[in-house]
């Protein structure tokens, strides 16, 4: 096997035997199905959650038939003004792993799985680490570990157990599996006395979790009665793994035209929250609060050129961009990103 007869990341693990799973990581952890990850590779569509301008992706492989191991390669490539993953970066990384590897992808194991050195690989935070790692034994039903049993009797008793006993691991494993009635019952009894470092775990792995309405609205319930902009900044995170996205929005829409959220709400908002931002309604008050908390629009410019990236909301943003009767602070907001981009085009 050799770089001139692979194109993708996707043949690549094909060829080598493997199979494998691919999970976006741009904007919380997301599983995607083979087909949609060779589409991404080959340009077919957008990376649906860019962030940074690069494409964020773990990418879970085993070879049942040499071994029980599953390794895990984190992997970011560079996108083009059109979200889409920029091909010579993507041949670069496929050239550098199969220079070092060939057809024997067992020989990574060897070293717990790691990639050669190249400049697409990351190193994910501790916290995603322990989050896919979670997802990953649930998605391939291997057994659960035993700190799982350690989080459920905690969150059961939450002051007769100390909170510093437990990994972040077994939060993120009781997270994973919040479809669990006994999970379910405890986390939703006992979510607004739980100390705020457990709570920050928790509501960060519930980002990448689905649950429902009674869990949905303890959290905006904890919310709206926290005592600490931090426990808010969590909760909102944590809200992203609602299914009753109605709900949620909502709720949004009620924060931003009467409510005090901060800054960094408002950043979550974007980074978390951001298909919920289709909707125009919302959007718009989502723009004047932030032209409010910084009238210098230098966040307003941030937000959109991020927002921009991503797929979902680039054409509500570009479409809003254009209408004629939008409020006066918006308006003066998009044309403050004209006045940006015109001095640069004019030395250039």
Request: with cysteine; proline share 4%.
């Amino acid at each position: 096997m050799t770089a001139h007869t692979i194109n993708t990341i996707s043949e690549f693990m094909l060829h080598a035997g493997t199979q494998y799973r691919i999970y976006d990581m741009g904007r919380g952890i997301e599983l995607i199905d083979s087909q949609k990850f060779n589409d991404i590779e080959s340009n077919l569509i957008p990376v649906p959650r860019p962030r940074a301008g690069f494409a964020w992706f773990g990418i879970v492989f085993w070879n049942a038939q040499l071994s029980h191991e599953q390794y895990i390669w984190f992997v970011k490539l560079p996108i083009d003004e059109r979200s889409l993953i920029v091909q010579a970066a993507r041949n670069q990384f496929l050239e550098t792993v199969i220079t070092a590897l060939g057809s024997e992808l067992e020989k990574s194991a060897e070293k717990g799985g790691q990639l050669p050195e190249n400049p697409f690989v990351f190193v994910p935070s501790q916290q995603q680490l322990a989050d896919i790692n979670a997802m990953i034994r649930r998605d391939l039903i291997l057994p659960a570990r035993l700190g799982l049993d350690k989080a459920i009797a905690y969150l059961k008793n939450p002051k007769t157990t100390n909170w510093q006993d437990l990994a972040l691991q077994d939060i993120s494993d009781l997270a994973a599996h919040i479809e669990r009635k006994d999970i379910a019952h405890a986390v939703n009894k006992n979510l607004a006395v739980l100390p705020v470092q457990v709570l920050t775990a928790l509501c960060s792995s519930f980002e990448n979790s689905g649950y429902g309405q009674k869990l949905t609205s303890s959290l905006i319930q904890l919310y709206q009665s926290a005592a600490y902009a931090e426990i808010q900044h969590m909760v909102l995170r944590g809200l992203k793994g609602s299914d009753c996205k109605e709900q949620v929005r909502g709720f949004l829409f009620d924060l931003l035209q009467a409510g005090q959220p901060d800054v960094e709400c408002l950043v979550v908002i974007a980074g978390r929250h951001f298909s919920l931002l289709n909707d125009e309604r919302l959007l718009v008050v989502y723009l004047t609060k932030l032209i409010e908390l910084d009238a210098s629009y230098q966040l307003f410019k941030g937000v959109y050129t991020d927002l921009v990236q991503v797929p979902e909301t680039r054409i509500g943003l570009l479409t809003l961009m254009h209408k004629s009767d939008l409020p006066k602070p918006i308006a003066r907001g998009f044309a403050s990103l004209y006045q940006q981009v015109s001095p640069s085009m004019s030395a250039s």
